[in-house]
């Protein structure tokens, strides 16, 4: 619940920018729909307010000062949560993972449909999962997994 805190901030914030640069129509807005839900006593009314709320919706669909970065926000909170489950998914297999490493220090740690592909003296790798790519920064927690299930593959051998 936490990790939707940001989004949910974010969304009140853009909606108090709008209703704060928009009050005035917002309240007649508001105003004419107590009005028509009070003397109006047919099925009209109901199309009233729903046209009033789709103007206003569409009015603050192009409100674009503080919802710029929302989509963004989104997206590499997404990101972010999909690397680090798909890393722990990696690592949860232990060692009955594959490990292969060329010459220049390019390795690839496999298990089923998951490869961590990267080069040893580099921060950065590739995680892969149903052939979805995510570039992932290979952290000290990553490292000593990867230098383990190399030293356990060369035991092996």
Known sequence: MEEFLPIAQ??????????????????????VIIIVLKVVKTVVRWLITFTIISVLYGVGMYFDK???????????KTIEETKEEWVQRLISYGNSVDYTETEDGDFTISSGKITLKGNLNETDGTISLYEQDIDVEINEELRLYIEGIKSYAEEKE
């Not at 974010?10 to 105003?31: K, M, P, R």
């Not at 503080?66 to 989509?71: E, F, H, Q, W």
């Open 10 to 31: 974010e969304v009140l914030h853009s909606l108090y920018g709008f209703t704060e640069d928009n009050l005035i129509w917002v309240l007649g807005a508001l105003a």
């Open 66 to 76: 503080p919802i710029d970065g929302l989509g963004s926000l989104i997206v590499d």
